[in-house]
Each structure stands twice: as structure tokens, then as C-alpha cells.
DNA sequence: TAGATTGTTAATCGATTAACAATC
DNA sequence: TAGATTGTTAATCGATTAACAATC
């Protein structure tokens, strides 16, 4: 098992400039072309290829297709994914109407919130009471869930998803949450943060400049 | 000036555990406590405060309030930062509408569609045409710019935010920017891409625990 | 064949961790 | 003072980059 995270992440990237590739028509493509698409050196291409058996034809490069197909199964995407949501505030039901996961072979099975006036069983996606969650998870065979609650209610949020047989969450609440590392993935994304690290940068470089 | 991203995102956390050890009425915190608050080592919170400049008190530890202080100078948060956003689908809404970013002292100026339909010059938050960008940034002195905008429109609103005068982007757009480096400093967030992470190692999880 | 590209090994680089002298 | 904690230096670790033999 490959536990480098940036490693993971590089390889969605070669998938995404790999379909770009492929619909301009390219049937093979050299580690060069690939490593210049997602700003990376050739090597590093090839190692990571190296890291999970992929190869290609010295002289040749990679066929695209075949590619493709073998980066879909390392990262899941030869079976549709079913995810919940937890909470339905301003982000939770960003995430719920946005198109960029259903492209990628990601379904939002249902949402889930604690707010009765949110419930709505007849939509597309269904929001339900947050005490169903349990049982919507288990029937549906739900492995993945998204936590978009106030911060308060995160780590409850995240402790029904583990009662519930969820394995992985993606966590977009602002703090920590605490659970045994083994039994769950958690990939935290921090809107703040994300921001204030591009706040620094802008000043730290306006501080370089005016030196 | 500290290039490692890593480092100045560790030092956002280490402010908001430090927010709530404050809260509960801490006046002094020592390394090893802020290490287990925000899950790294001691000599690591060491390390980041030397590499800033931060220091303490040999056997005292370190004074809260000074402390945050300290981290909010380095994160510009001792004044004010305005931000557009480019995009008002989705997730430009959500953002728009999150309750995040007021609480850590960003304030979204405005935001700016292409589509007649959004415009809306009357909102707490306006939402202005796509050409006004450049006059309203200069005007305002907007630094900061978030991407909200379909993939396709991602680089031409990049384009206009450099000659807006922007020096920094949060883009949603799943795409690579192209930029001079020099000129603007860009971070990516790629939900499809953090989903599909936790995807992969959820199910890497399991093919450990079959075999 | 000659030339180009892979796959892998070795070298480099940078970040994290450990250790410990200084000192409150 | 004795004990605990910092600040910094050195050691370790892991990831990236370079180099090059294999080979299509």
C-alpha cells in the first residue's frame, strides 16, 4: 500500500490531463508530456508509475487508453462511488447540487441533517433526519461520507458516520477531529486556511519585493 | 521569507488552538501542549516558532495572548483582508454565504458573474459583471481573488484578476492555472480530487486488511 | 542500426525528529 | 538549587531529482 499522499493526488492529476490528451485525439503520450500537463519533472512521472507497477514501452511511451484504465482502478473509479453528506448548510448543499462529482463517477447517495425543516424525502438527492443515517448507510453499503456541519456538531457527526461502517471522511469543518486512525480515513479541507496561506504569500512576497 | 507551505499552515492551526485554550482561560501554554492540540511534536512547534522568530520563556513556556498576537502579524490578520470572487455558481454562492471567512477577519467585497441574470448591486455583498472586475479591484485595492467559475472560464478570470492587479488566488476550478510565478501566488483546492483521495485510501485500507 | 525513452538505482534535497546545552 | 522547558544544532527520514543501463 502506497501511503504518500502527494504521490495519490498526482496520479488523479495524470488521469485528468490523460482524458484532456485523449479527446485532442493522442493515443500515447511520453512521461515528458505528462509531467510538463500537471507541472512535475519526467521522473517523477515515472516513479510514481514505478510505485504501482505501471509500465510502458521504452522508445514508446504509454498508450492512453490503457493508461487511463489502469489509473481508474488504482484510485477506485471502475465502480461508482456512494456518498453521504452530513449537514446542509451553505456548504453541504454547495456540494450537493455541484456537477464536478458526478462527473467523476461519484454519487451523493443522500444528505443528512438534524434541522427538521431541512428534510426532504422526495428529492433527487433526499435530505433525511440525521438519525437515519445509521441505517441509510448500512443498507446502502456507504463507505465514504463528507462532513459539512457547523463545527460543533462535527465530531458527533463523525462518530455516527464510524458507528455507521463509514471508512472514509472528508472532513470541512474547522478543527480537528479525534478517532482511532485505524479504523477511518480522514481528509481534512479548510476553506480559512486555505485562504489565510494565500493571504500570507501575497504579503510575504510584497515584503520581498519592497526589500 | 518561509516558502514551506506546510509550515504556515501549521502556524494557522496552532492560532486557533490557541483561540480556545484562551477561551477556557489559559494564560500560558507550553510547546507540548499546542503539539498535541494540533497533532505534530514538540520540537516542531519549536521549530516553526524559531524559523519566525517567536520565542518564549525557558521553563515559562509561552504567553498566550502575546502568542496569537505574534501569529496574527505573520498571518496578516492584524487588518482587515478583502477578497472577490469570481463565479457566483455553487460554490461561489456558498462561499459567498459562509459564515468562516467574516469570523477570521476576511471580508468578501464583492462578486462578479458573467451571466446578467446575477447581477445584483444591492446585496450586502454585490454581485457585479465580469468587466467591472478591474475598475472595482483597483478602486478598492482587492489583493485577493477566489476562482468559483466553470473549468473553462478559470484561466480567462485568472487573466483578469493579474490585470486587476490581484496577487492571490484561491482557485476552485480543476484545472492547472498557467501564470508567471512571480507575478501572482495560486492555490488550488480540488474537491473532487480530496474525495477521490479518500476514496483510494479507504479502499487500499481494505485490500490491506483482506490479504 | 541509431536514437529516444523507459525503469530503476543512486544522489540530492528538504522537512521532520531527536538530542542537548542553555537557562529560567 | 533542582527540575523543566526552550532554542538550536545534528541526525534521521522520506520524497524528489538525476543519472544511466536496458531496450524498443
Redesign the pocket.
Known sequence: MI??K??VIRLSRYKNALYRLQSLGFVRV???NLADAIG?????V??D??LFG?????????NIDSLIEKLNTILGKDQLQKVVIVGTGNIGSALMKYKGFEKEGISIAACFDIDPAKINRQAKIPVLPLEELKDFARANQIKIGVIATPDVAAQSALEMMLSAGIKGVLNFAPLRLRAPAEEIVINNVNLELELENVIYFVNALDKTRAA
Chains 1, 2 share one sequence.
Not at 512535475?40 to 517523477?44: D, G, K, N, R, W
Open positions: 501511503t504518500n502527494n504521490c511520453f512521461s515528458d512535475v519533472l519526467p521522473s517523477q515515472r516513479k508509475f514505478s505501471i509500465t510502458g514501452n521504452k522508445r514508446g511511451g504509454y
